[in-house]
Structure formats: structure tokens, C-alpha cells
């Protein structure tokens, strides 16, 4: 059974790709960006944990179309013989800000991922945190907390740096593929 968890951002994606059986288990791999090589090399002894440069753009629609492709790149492995199931945390409702660049980021995605015929399915962010904290409207901390209790690791440790981007992005990806792994029959 291969799942990928998407947390899909315009700064800082990062995915979760399962590889596993018929129990979830510790046989998955996140990937997510550093902003420069200073910052890879830095994280790049992290355990279980595969990073990439943030891709290179001058207009939008370039930047959109790099993030799309790194993820298809971190999934390269995973698509024989059999292609993975995506699931992707959904919009949030109430964000503000640059709404429709981030639209036009997850249409590029979407079209990417039918492109290469990957399936996926998109998970409210409520449904992501009631399942993993049990509160639909959990914030960062309880989600950070119930990733270190389920998986007894520190990210914080690990990466020496507060709780932010790219840990938070890292739990949400976690828990949107295993929440595919979990209910995949049912989305």
C-alpha cells in the first residue's frame, strides 16, 4: 500500500509518503524544502527525513510548476509498479491573504498528479486535527504533541529550532497520510 500525505503550501510543502502493509507502521519518508543549501546541509542527518532545495522561479506559474514537480520527484520511487493514493489537506475556509495564488498552486498540483495518474482525495484541515488530537480546531502545539506521543521523536531536538515551518508542516503531512492510510476505503 503506497499513501502520500500533502501539506501544500506556496513556502514550505512537505509530504509524507507511506510504504507500508497492512498495518501502519514506521515504513514512511517525508520530504519537504530547505530554502538554500546551507539550511539542507544543516537538516540533511535528520532520520527519515528527505530534503530539497525550494525550486527556482521568476513568475508564478513557474513557481507552481516547481513545487508540483518536486513532489511528483519525491514520489518517483514510490509509483512502480503500482501508483500511489494522494491525499491532500484541503483549503482552510478561513484564510486570508493570497487566496488565489495558493488556488492556482493546488490546481497546478491537481493537474500534475492526474497527469501522471496518481488518485488523490482532499482532507479538511479540521478532519486531519480531530483525527489526530481529537479537537477539529487543535492548534500547532497539540498536534506537534500528539505526533511526539504516537511516534516518540522530537522534531524540536532534531531540529534544533522552534516549533514552525518545516516541523508543523512534517506533522501535517504525518497525519493527512496516515488519515489516507486509516480511512482510505471511506474518502
Excluded at 475556509?93 to 495558493?102: D, L, P, Q, S
Excluded at 501522471?116 to 482532499?122: A, E, T
Excluded at 511526539?148 to 529550532?161: A, Y
Amino acid at each position: 500500500m503506497k499513501i502520500i500525505g500533502i501539506d501544500y503550501s506556496l513556502t514550505s510543502p512537505a509530504l509524507t509518503l507511506y510504504n507500508g502493509n497492512d498495518t501502519w507502521n514506521s515504513n514512511y519518508t517525508h520530504f519537504c524544502l530547505a530554502r538554500n543549501e546551507r539550511q539542507r546541509q544543516k537538516w540533511a542527518e535528520i532520520r527519515g527525513i528527505t530534503f530539497d532545495i525550494y525550486p527556482e522561479w521568476v513568475t508564478d506559474l513557474q513557481r507552481y510548476n516547481g513545487l508540483a514537480d518536486w513532489v511528483i520527484n519525491c514520489c518517483i520511487t514510490a509509483m512502480s509498479p503500482e501508483r500511489p493514493k494522494a491525499y491532500i489537506e484541503d483549503y482552510a475556509y478561513a484564510a486570508t491573504g493570497r487566496v488565489f495564488h495558493i488556488a492556482e498552486n493546488m490546481a497546478i498540483l491537481k493537474d500534475t498528479l492526474t497527469k501522471w495518474g496518481i488518485k488523490y482525495d482532499m482532507i479538511a484541515p479540521t478532519v486531519i486535527k480531530k483525527y489526530a488530537t481529537g479537537k477539529g480546531n487543535a492548534n500547532k502545539e497539540k498536534m506537534y504533541d500528539a505526533f511526539t506521543d504516537e511516534t516518540n521523536r522530537s522534531l524540536l531536538d532534531e531540529f534544533n529550532i522552534k516549533l514552525n515551518n518545516p516541523i508543523t508542516d512534517i506533522v501535517d503531512s504525518y497525519y493527512i497520510a496516515k488519515y489516507g492510510y486509516t480511512h482510505g476505503n471511506n474518502t
